[in-house]
């Protein structure tokens, strides 16, 4: 089992940039596939980016493709979500998760441990 714990969340303006942090703890890292899924107010958690468990494919949800960036440090136990270009539609809990499965993971029911997430609001 693994417990995840994000960070980094708070309120910036449009166009500007925050970079969201995931620690995880228990079991050795590396051997999950991570991801980042967000919800905002009223609507479905949706699929924002996925990595692999090595780090090298990654995969983003097409609204968000040019802006965020998904990396890991497995040395550090550790997944980052880089996010530019803040726009106002990015409003929502970011959720950090992880997942058991070999790949990189675009589906909500392939994660298996998911953190408490941390809120993003992009004032305009």
């Known amino acids: 089992q693994v417990q995840l714990v994000e960070s980094g969340g708070g309120l910036v303006q449009v166009g500007g940039s925050l970079r969201l942090s995931c620690a995880a703890s228990g079991r050795t890292f590396s051997v999950y596939a991570m991801g980042w899924f967000r919800q905002a107010p009223g609507k479905e958690r949706e699929f924002v980016a996925a990595?692999?468990?090595?780090?090298?494919?990654?995969v983003y949800a097409d609204s968000v493709k040019g802006r965020f960036t998904i990396s890991r440090d497995n040395a550090k136990d550790t997944v980052a979500l880089q996010i530019n270009s803040l726009k106002p539609e990015d409003t929502a809990i970011y959720y950090c998760t992880a997942s058991r499965t070999i790949g990189v993971l675009t589906a909500r029911n392939r994660y298996d441990y998911w953190g408490q997430g941390t809120q993003v609001t992009v004032s305009s």
């Open positions: 990595i692999s468990r090595s780090g090298t494919s990654t």
